[in-house]
């Protein structure tokens, strides 16, 4: 199987956020990228999978106003909030439980399963909220985060970027992570 012949897909790709660009040096980035490969992002990043209009403008609407009626933590460089575990980003563990997630991302969740991205419901969960040109460094998931590792975007689009942990400086996948979308990574794939 997938899993036990290789590293979690997780642990494979480093991953990193650019703020959101126009919308014309996107496409450019996009089309460079399909041009250069002609390959898929699915084919040329290991366990991913992308799925455009995972959510609806109607849902993205209201999850963004139910989350901006939540408290950010705001000791980092982004805006952030935790569901289900608090982790420690000076540490890189888990710090605390924090309890079930809340009940207006069940919508969300539940397809994740139903439509075979998470093996499982999701239990814990971290929003990041970027400003425009803002994003985070590359970085490999932690082992406490397990074997699937997921994003919806809210808001906007943005660029994610990934490249292989045993090859840093080889080749970047540039992915145009559009809003809506359902961007998984995982080891079952």
Known sequence: STLSSSSAA?????????????????LFLRLRNLIKTMKSPEQQVPGLKIVKDFITKEEEEFLIKEIE???????????????????????QKIKAVLGPLPSFFGGVTHRLVTQGLFPYVPDQMI????TP?????PHIDKPC???VIGSVGLGSSCIME???RDNPKGEQVDIFFERRTAVVISAYF
């Open 10 to 26: 997780s642990d494979v790709y480093k991953r990193q956020v650019r703020g959101q660009l126009l919308p014309t040096k996107i």
């Open 69 to 91: 009626k939540q408290k950010w933590e705001t000791d980092l460089k982004r805006n952030v909030q935790q569901y289900g575990y608090k982790f420690d980003h000076k540490s």
């Open 127 to 130: 929003i990041n909220q970027y």
């Open 133 to 137: 040109g803002q994003g985070i460094h």
């Open 145 to 147: 985060f397990e074997d």
């Open 162 to 164: 990934f490249r292989n």
